[in-house]
């Protein structure tokens, strides 16, 4: 069995043994993820994989390297792992098993736990391929693409957690899923918003100075009035507090709520939703020990999920 993992760094494996050939060489890796990534799902024509990944050839060479490559992936992984026929090229579901298919499947079927444990990180972490601009901004748009399911399952998981009186963990969802879209305003204001429904105020202004100092740093910027004139209205506010629900004991924890199902007993339990820098960071003056509180907060509600009894 071969398995692709590209949620996080890129993991390659064969029968449990990485497969350094097709990880050490960009374009290989490449194709690779395309054919594993990009929907729909089945076949890709030969000109779209030429015209991503060997922009810079003329067609006769850029067949030449597709055709080079397809081979060495198959001597590396498997001859059955991709598939062709005529003009088109597949990679086979059955020979590779990917994470990122897992996660579009859980995301389809709204299983927003399963989902919010599967994502360990920026899609394809680090990885870049030079002279093919068009990959790029393919691989961009779908990291963007994942950020923000991970982050509409994570909302899902804390208005779920809300609706049943636990405010801590209805708390840690929210700021774990505005630190997939940091970047995005109007998050922040349905963070803060968020914040003050459940009671916490103060966690809502704190968002708001988070942000700003954020905002500074990265882009030289100030919040906009909305979101100034929202923190004044929570800083005016009388804020009725939501009172948390008690802690369930060990003999009976609290079950999920009926619309997010249950991770399967194979789920991974470590799955925390990172901090997914929209960019690289210019300068470290972000406050983390929120963003850590939410972390482990998370880690905890997902270890009492996956080891509740049965």
Not at 70 to 83: F, K, L, Y
Not at 218 to 231: F, G, H, K, M, Y
Not at 266 to 290: D, G, L, M, T
Request: aromatic fraction near 6%.
């Amino acid at each position: 069995m071969v398995e692709l993992r590209a949620l996080g760094a890129i993991d390659l494996r064969r029968d449990g043994t990485e497969v350094t050939a097709v990880l050490t060489q960009p374009k290989r890796l490449a194709l690779l993820l395309y054919l594993d990534i990009a929907r729909p799902y089945g076949f890709h024509r030969r000109d779209r994989l030429l015209a991503l990944l060997w922009p810079e050839l003329d067609d006769t060479h850029a067949r030449d390297a597709l055709s080079q490559a397809i081979q060495h992936i198959r001597r590396d992984i498997g001859e059955s792992a991709i598939v062709t026929r005529g003009e088109e090229v597949m990679l086979d579901p059955v020979s590779v098993r990917s994470d990122v298919r897992v996660l579009h499947a859980a995301v389809s079927n709204t299983d927003h736990m399963r989902v919010v444990q599967l994502f360990q990180g920026t899609l394809a972490d680090g990885f870049f391929v030079e002279e093919a601009p068009g990959f790029e901004r393919w691989l961009d748009d779908e990291r963007q693409t994942i950020r923000d399911a991970v982050a509409t399952s994570a909302w899902a998981l804390a208005h779920s957690a809300k609706d049943q009186g636990r405010i801590q963990d209805a708390t840690a969802f929210a700021r774990s899923a505005v630190s997939l879209t940091r970047d995005d305003e109007p998050s922040i204001r349905r963070l803060m918003e968020f914040l003050e429904s459940v009671g916490d105020r103060a966690g809502a202004l704190r968002a708001y100075d988070e942000f700003s100092v954020w905002i500074s740093g990265e882009l030289d910027a100030v919040p906009s009035p909305d979101t100034n004139a929202l923190r004044d209205s929570i800083k005016n506010s009388e804020t009725v507090h939501l009172s948390p629900a008690a802690p369930p004991s060990q003999k009976s924890p609290a079950a999920p709520a009926a619309a997010v199902k249950s991770p399967s007993p194979q789920a991974p339990v470590a799955a925390v939703i990172p901090e997914v820098p929209s960019r690289p960071p210019k300068k470290e003056r972000i406050h983390w020990a929120a963003v850590g509180v939410a972390v482990v907060a998370v880690i905890l509600l997902l270890a009492a999920y996956a080891f509740r009894p049965r």
